[in-house]
Antibody, heavy 119, light 110 residues
Framework: EVQLVESGGGLVQPGGSLRLSCAASGFTFNIYDMHWVRQAAGKGLEWVSGIGTAFETYSPDSVKGRFTISRENAKNSLYLQMNNLRVGDTAVYYC?????????????WGQGTLVTVSS | QSALIQPASVSGSPGQSITISCTGTSSDVGGFNYVSWFQQLPGKAPKLLIYEVNNRPSGVSSRFSGSKSGNTASLTISGLQADDEADFYCSSYTRTSTVLFGGGTKLTVL
């Protein structure tokens, strides 16, 4: 059974940093692209970052220079380092996988971890 | 980049069919066959319903179907059931190697 379990969320002050982790199991981690997607309370989904099987990374302009995605295949783990956090970054952050070469077509999601940026 | 455009809400009676549209541009929906649809129940993670425009993962009911014409993709739900009530999102790969989501559509089963 595919499982994606996020951790590392919590309360942080504006300008602070947080590192999210995602533990993957039930599939061959290193042959999948992996992504982070967030959802503010009562709002829609927003793609945050993606990383391919060759460790190439992708992200929207809204987080470039502040968020860094990485993966550690030996530990079946995905990470998101978030720096210079803003109140607008408050959201549930989901870890998700996508088959390589599928145009980032997400097929499984974790249950999410809540990040709250507030003073 | 702006989100893909979806209607904020749609409704239908049990047994009816409804269609949710997802409008983008030639740089995303119209340019690639990488459109997906997700269902999100309250308080839950999204669940994949359709990938690559019109493909259903195993385990997803055949009542859900997808299509695309030009820059607009569509999700059709036939034989509407009470437990179909949820939020629905489309997504698309883009020319700049990013992912765009639609703003979401709330389905109400009357």
């Amino acid at each position: 059974e595919v499982q994606l379990v996020e951790s590392g969320g919590g309360l942080v002050q504006p300008g602070g940093s947080l590192r999210l982790s995602c533990a993957a199991s039930g599939f061959t981690f290193n042959i999948y692209d992996m992504h982070w997607v967030r959802q503010a309370a009562g709002k829609g989904l927003e793609w945050v970052s993606g990383i391919g099987t060759a460790f190439e990374t992708y992200s929207p302009d809204s987080v470039k220079g502040r968020f860094t995605i990485s993966r550690e295949n030996a530990k079946n783990s995905l990470y998101l380092q978030m720096n210079n956090l803003r109140v607008g970054d408050t959201a549930v952050y989901y870890c998700a996988r996508a088959p390589a070469g599928s145009g980032f077509s997400i097929d499984y999601w974790g249950q999410g971890t809540l990040v709250t940026v507030s003073s | 980049q702006s989100a893909l455009i979806q209607p904020a809400s749609v409704s239908g009676s049990p047994g009816q069919s409804i269609t949710i549209s997802c409008t983008g541009t030639s740089s995303d929906v119209g340019g690639f066959n990488y459109v997906s649809w997700f269902q999100q129940l309250p308080g839950k993670a999204p669940k994949l319903l359709i990938y690559e425009v019109n493909n259903r993962p195993s385990g997803v009911s055949s009542r859900f179907s997808g299509s695309k014409s030009g820059n607009t993709a569509s999700l059709t739900i036939s034989g509407l059931q009470a437990d179909d009530e949820a939020d629905f999102y489309c997504s698309s790969y883009t020319r700049t190697s990013t992912v765009l989501f639609g703003g979401g559509t709330k389905l109400t089963v009357l």
